[in-house]
């Protein structure tokens, strides 16, 4: 963006808001040409955005029983305090609510204390939150690769904090090691940045995979070693297909007796598993009391609003409810997942096995003209522009092996996936038609 | 509600109180007995006290590698961490822990140190009993979908809302000026607002020059994150606490020379704390100053739509539109806590004429949206401007009875205030009453307030006041009952002449 006229900031005007990769040009296309089944049947379908839309006719008929809730959220009589409560300590009822569901998610295996929860809006803000509270400027942030895109801009932007990428790769299904670890941190030290933190995202975006526990403690052991922070960031946790596959961070902290637990926070947001990001409901759960605190006095910058906590408590508190709703939206979204893989497998495509999260990691590598970052945007912009669907390249995840693409399913009806799936079954078939006319 | 006078405990040196009268009388019995009681202070021990840094932080300070301590917040978080001992939050956190309640807790603290204002609730209430019936997940075919509040939503705000706030500002000031959607950036209170165009317009190092006494929020919604400092430019109690163009330039200038880039000036109009308004002439003024210097004026003015008195508000925005000023240099900030007494949920805005300001806030306000459903609700109440004209002009009346009200109660108690139009406070001169007259001797009478006449206001030195012995009050949280009507004791103190 060039400085025209009165002056900016650095900030303001630089790219670090990442929002010129490619991740986000996709959606752009997306929102200037957006497939409608009726009305734009050639539009772009979105397959970019990790949104959960499977299990909204599970909120709808909570709201039609419950219609006080979804409603201005505040009987009369209480409408006062609600509207003049900015308390950054959070509404008790909602801390607690929020501690029930995460505790439901773990399936009862770890306990939460609402007095170590942290409200913002969004997990984005959290986040950030912890990276200003962690770590200086020019300080280092190790975190596995591929990872979520939008950390590059939510985690550096304002805060000036570098991220130092771990790199994992398909030889081991992208698990990570303790090699790729120490590599990373050496890594570090020789450009003379400090690492501050690990942050880890369980399961696994983009890969939706959970992270097992043999891994999960040789991680914490090794941030103990380093004596740096462990941000866990399981905003996937309820979306893990079936939920003895899930191991969290607060787990293993709870079978150690609670050691090492003053350097673990774990993040949080009813975005992904209730499907509610309109909503900004985020959290930061954390051990660790000086960091409780500092990320309240912080959340001044990102209250969740006083009505929506109201609303969600209730919710949220709703036993029955939510057993029923985390149960269905499991089942879905794996009966979604294997019939993306399959439909896939059709197309002569490989997903990387996964176990949860609203998205598959796929492999393209086949058709690919080079095997170079500049080889997978090219394939990229092609299935943009000629599949017009919208899916995320490798590279913007900062994936090293070229060729691979997250693909979400969950924002979309299930003949909208069908019409995807077959698109891309086209594109590939072509694609390789064309391979084969070449090399002849 | 009734309020409580420590009269008996201080006169008999016990911790017992007595019902008494009602505020400014329970300041006056309590600051005539504290200037005559000739017992040795013992404010030492109740004065906020530092929190002790925990050893781990400070062996980092002296080791920053290895050690066997737990793991460390960095020098941000660190200093966040500690406990604040400015006086604003200070009480604040007194008072929130030990609130007064007529019936429930008749011995807790009294807060006057809150801009809120609970005059006009009822007005709200009412309107969405008799108006938000259906819940508001109907869709444009009446079918019920949670769709469009469940799912991602701009950052900055959804345009209904920015349509319906920028219809609303425009009727807080009057149909003065109309303010276009499009340059508005939605965020979850103006403090995020107000960081976030900070963040914009200027880098860690770069200062505001900020006039003072200033809204003592700043100093942490500010300067925290961003690293900007703030200059404060002090006004005079002689000229009512006026913005000086000369005081300005020469903050300026010796900042210059300190090597210290200032990159805007921030005002606030209706002012916080004082309550008075900018007028028209000093308006022309400060942009002149800003174009002159090419830096960015910043405008804070929540209290827009909550004025009284005979002068009338008069907004930035206004005098840009009648003369020739390069607006890109012009913001606004604004937000619906304070005009609309919602606090709770959470509506900041950042009113810019600079595309790129605009830009970048839109994206930084990711960190800050707005909940879906709130906006959709606030949509529902902005749009009805009738309702809206009707409540502005009513809220408008009730503060301006209770701003008088309390004015003149204070003055019965010898206690003047600077003349302001605006805002939930008025900006009481209590200097009389200091023992010392310096900050020290301030503070020592905003603690005595606050841990013996259970009252929590103020103090001048938390705005940056140079002037000791100012404090703001806010009346905006009090019923009419609270203001005092003389009694015969009353009357009888009253003839004796404070010292």
Sequence with gaps: ?440 | MRVIVPLQAVVQGRGGIVLGSLIPCALFYFLQLYIRRDRPSSSASSLPELAPIPRSLSRSLLSPRGSSGPARLSSRGASVARDDDNPYYVGLKRCAEDPYHQSSNPHGFIELGLAENWLSLDMIRDWLISNVKEPLLLDEEGELSIHGLATYQPYDGLMDLKMAVAEFIGQVMQGSVSFHPSQIVLTAGASPAVEILSFCLADPGNAFLVPSPYYPGWDRDIKWRTGIELIPVPCRSTDNFSISIAALELAYNQAKKRGVKVCAVLVSNPSNPVGNLIDRETLYDLLDFVMEKNIHLISDEVFAGSTYGNDRFVSVAEVLDSENFDRRRVHIIYGLSKDLCVPGFRVGVIYSYNENVLAAASKLARFSSISTPTQCLLISILSNTKFITEYLKVNKERLCDMHALFVDGLKQLGIKCASSSGGFYCWADMSMFIQSYNEKGELKLWDKLLNEAKINVTPGSSCHCIEPGWFRCCFTTLTKQDIPIPTPFSRTIRSRPPL
Excluded at chain 1, 271 to 296: F, H, M, Q, W
């Design chain 1, 1 to 440: 963006m060039a400085k025209k006229g009165v002056p900016l900031s650095e900030m303001a005007t630089s790219d670090t808001h990442g929002e010129d990769s490619a991740y986000f040009a996709g959606w752009k296309a997306y929102d200037e040409d957006p497939y409608d089944a009726a009305s734009n049947p050639s539009g772009v379908i979105q397959m970019g955005l990790a949104e959960n839309q499977v299990s909204f006719d599970l909120l709808e008929d909570y709201l039609e029983q419950h219609p006080q809730e979804f409603g201005w959220g505040c009987g009369t009589s209480s409408f006062r305090e609600n509207a003049l409560f900015q308390d950054y300590h959070g509404l008790k009822s909602f801390r607690r609510a929020v501690a029930l569901f995460m505790e439901q998610i773990r399936g009862g295996r770890t306990q939460f204390d609402p007095e170590q929860i942290v409200l913002t809006a969004g997990a984005t803000a959290a986040n950030e939150l912890l990276s200003f509270i962690l770590a200086d400027p020019g300080d280092g942030l190790l975190i596995p690769t591929p990872y979520y895109p939008g950390f590059d801009r939510d985690l550096r932007w304002r805060t000036g904090v570098n991220i130092v990428p771990v790199h994992c790769n398909s030889s081991n299904g992208f698990r990570i090691t303790l090699r790729a670890l120490e590599d990373a941190c050496a890594g570090a030290e020789t450009m003379k940045v400090r690492v501050k933190a690990l942050l880890l995202t369980n399961p696994s975006n983009p890969l939706g995979t959970a992270i097992t526990r043999p891994v999960l403690e040789e991680i914490l052991d090794f941030v103990a070693r380093k004596d740096i922070h462990l941000i866990s960031d399981e905003i996937y946790s309820g979306s893990v297909f079936s939920s003895d596959e899930f191991v969290s961070m607060a787990e293993v902290v709870e079978a150690r007796g609670h050691e090492e637990r003053d350097r673990v926070h774990i993040v949080y947001s009813l975005s992904k598993d209730l499907g509610l990001p309109g909503y900004r409901a985020g959290t930061i759960y954390s051990y660790n009391n000086e960091v409780v605190t500092t990320a309240r006095r912080m959340s001044s910058f990102t209250l969740v609003s006083s009505q929506t906590q109201k609303m969600l408590a209730s919710m949220l508190s709703d036993k029955e409810f939510t057993e029923n709703y985390l149960r269905t939206n499991r089942e879905r979204l794996k009966k979604r997942y294997e019939f993306v893989v399959e439909g896939l497998s059709n197309a002569g495509i490989r997903c990387l096995q996964g176990n949860a999260g609203l998205f598959c990691w796929m492999n393209l590598g086949e058709l690919l003209e080079e095997p170079t970052v500049e080889g997978e945007l090219s394939l990229w912009n092609l299935i943009l522009h000629e599949a017009k669907l919208n899916i995320s390249p490798g590279s913007s995840c900062h994936c090293l092996e070229a060729g691979w693409f997250r693909v979400c399913f969950a924002n979309m009806s299930q003949q909208t996936l069908e019409v995807a799936l077959m698109r891309m079954k086209d594109f590939t078939e072509k694609m390789k038609a064309k391979q084969m006319i070449s090399s002849m």
